[in-house]
Nanobody, 119 residues
Framework: QVQLQESGPGLVKPSQTLSLTCSVS??????????WSWLRQASGKGLEWMGA???????YYNPSLKSRTSISRDTIKNQFSLQLNSVTPEDTAVYYC???????????WGQGAQVTVSS
């Protein structure tokens, strides 16, 4: 059973970079046709897909966030990471990492990490 766990700072100042890491156990991030996504949900709003990195290293981004988002991976540590630049309070949300069999499929989820953007 694949398990995912988000980690990173819970508080980020405006204009800085939000960085989160998802540690994966029970499966490899290089497993064929596996896709590893970041999503977020702000209070009172719906779930927003931010982007994904595929088993082969290809990346996919939400066009609305693409200019500020970067997703990378460390295959040795079996982790993938999110960087969101130039954050504002509107980026305050619970951030989730997920695994699916396609870019827009989310079969396994981390527990979520609350990130607050505030000075």
């Amino acid at each position: 059973q694949v398990q995912l766990q988000e980690s990173g700072p819970g508080l980020v100042k405006p204009s800085q970079t939000l960085s989160l890491t998802c540690s994966v156990s029970g499966g490899s991030i290089t497993t064929n046709y596996s896709y590893w996504s970041w999503l977020r949900q702000a209070s009172g709003k719906g779930l927003e897909w931010m982007g994904a990195i595929a088993y082969d290293g290809a990346t996919y981004y939400n066009p609305s966030l693409k200019s500020r988002t970067s997703i990378s991976r460390d295959t040795i540590k079996n982790q993938f990471s999110l960087q969101l630049n130039s954050v504002t309070p509107e980026d305050t949300a619970v951030y989730y990492c997920s695994r699916g069999s396609w870019v827009y499929e989310f079969e396994h989820w981390g527990q979520g990490a609350q990130v607050t953007v505030s000075s």
